[in-house]
């Protein structure tokens, strides 16, 4: 993989960096910074070489034109506080405010442009739309720099067609997170545990499929839990169940058993009468959750239970929350999990917006885990030998 320095020296050029600033916000509050955080080394780096630094990037999921709660203003003050240098925000992508903002730029100095999926062009499937618009993004800048691992896996105007426009490279970020993908990869240190949760249930049983080549355990919590519960015949109440992906979990079921894959489902659940907060609600064996109550959590016999499960491993990877951990009756799972990484001798990595940011909002050491991912969607297609086309087009420049 090529680095920033194969683009010569970068002083006095413009370079369009196209970072992940995808945070969670609070109306305009970010409540959780980890991405921001994550892409000013890059950032710094380009100004410290004196480019003129373009930073694009999306935010949430905006239909292709401009809406105020997707602006990306609050990500550029914070952008400008970590930083500790001004960064300006052009209010347009490409109309004539980004122009003149980065026509005056300065070497060292960095502009902002607002939320790129305000331009229809830039998630087209049209392909000639989405290049319409990467060759005005690409007209702005000498250089692009592919730093936004989160949406590496989207064939986007901004990851994947600008680069076939100008000089390429990926950023450190991207350098950093397929750096350890790889290592899981290619021979992780066994025993490999894999943890999954959460409640993209259909895009996560999908990884599973190739897990099974290389994973030695697959711990499973979270939403996904009930439909191979489901699968096992057992009933699940009212909770998050797909019933189109029991065939898949049968399979699975019957491939790990085949394999010497040991998948450990959940021996307990904490059933609510409600998905609230304030729920009432109980622990309850998994094979016994009651009519009309729903699974929110792991109970306290599975948490034990999957910690053992990791405290011997050698690698372990984690996406997806094992409960809906924003509900503090319901965080116990995660925290258990969470916690178990952080006690074992392993490599331990966290992949996943909000497995991530349970993390940081349970109060854990993020330098506690071998790697926090930036990307859900992405390590996860990673990880599944699938080819991601913002890292094959930086490799075929
Ligand atoms: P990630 O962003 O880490 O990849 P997902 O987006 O797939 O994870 O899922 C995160 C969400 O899953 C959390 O908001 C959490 O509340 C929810 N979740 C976890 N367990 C359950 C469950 N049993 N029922 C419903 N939602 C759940
Ligand atoms: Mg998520």
């Given amino acids: 993989m090529k680095t920033i320095e194969d683009l010569g020296d970068l002083r006095g050029k413009r370079v369009l960096v196209r970072s992940d600033l995808n945070v969670p916000l609070d109306g305009t509050t970010i409540t959780d910074d980890g991405r921001v955080r994550a892409s000013v080394p890059t950032i ?6 004196g480019a003129r630094v373009i930073v694009v990037a999306h935010l949430g999921r905006p239909k292709g034109a401009p809406e105020a709660k997707y602006s990306l203003a609050p990500v ?3 952008l400008s506080e970590l930083l500790g240098k001004p960064v300006t925000f052009a209010q347009d992508t490409v109309g004539d405010e980004a122009a003149s903002i980065v026509k005056g730029l300065a070497d060292g100095e960095i502009a902002l442009l607002e939320n790129l999926r305000f331009n229809a062009g830039e998630t087209s499937k049209d392909d000639a739309e989405r290049l319409a618009f990467a060759q005005q993004l690409a007209a702005f800048a000498d250089a692009y ?3 936004g691992f989160g949406v590496v896996h989207r064939k986007q105007a901004s990851v994947y067609d600008v680069a076939t426009l100008l000089p390429s490279a990926p950023g450190g970020l991207v350098q950093a997170e397929t750096t350890v993908l790889r290592r899981l990869t290619e021979e992780p240190e066994r025993p490999y545990v894999v943890v999954l949760g959460g409640s993209k249930v259909s895009d996560k ?3 599973i499929d190739n897990l099974l080549k290389v994973a030695d355990r697959i711990l499973i919590g979270g939403g996904m839990l009930f439909t191979f519960l489901k699968a096992q015949g057992h009933g699940v109440g009212s909770s998050l169940l797909e019933e189109d992906q029991i065939d898949t979990c049968l399979d699975y079921l019957k491939r790990a058993a085949e394999t010497g894959v040991e998948i450990v489902l959940p021996v307990d659940v904490v059933a609510a009468e409600k998905f609230a907060a304030d729920a009432a609600h109980q622990v309850v064996a998994a094979d016994a959750i009651p009519d009309g109550t729903l699974g929110l959590d792991i109970g306290p016999e599975s948490a034990a239970l999957f910690a053992s499960k990791i405290a011997d491993a050698g690698t372990v990877f984690w996406n997806g929350p094992m409960g809906v951990f924003e509900f503090e009756a319901f965080a116990g799972g995660t925290r258990a999990v969470a916690q178990a990484l952080t006690e074992t001798a392993g490599f331990t990595v966290v992949g996943g917006g909000d497995s991530a ?3 940081r909002t349970l109060g854990f050491d993020e330098a ?3 790697h926090i991912s930036t990307g859900g969607g992405a390590s996860l297609e990673f990880l599944e030998g699938k080819q991601l086309p913002g890292l094959d087009v930086l490799d075929n420049q």
């Avoid at 710094?44 to 070489?49: C, G, I, M, S």
């Fill in 357 to 359: 940011a349970a993390v």
């Fill in 368 to 370: 506690a885990f071998g």
């Fill in 145 to 147: 720099v592919s730093d």
């Fill in 76 to 78: 550029a003050a914070r």
């Fill in 205 to 207: 049983l999908g990884v």
């Fill in 44 to 49: 710094q780096q380009l100004a410290d070489a």
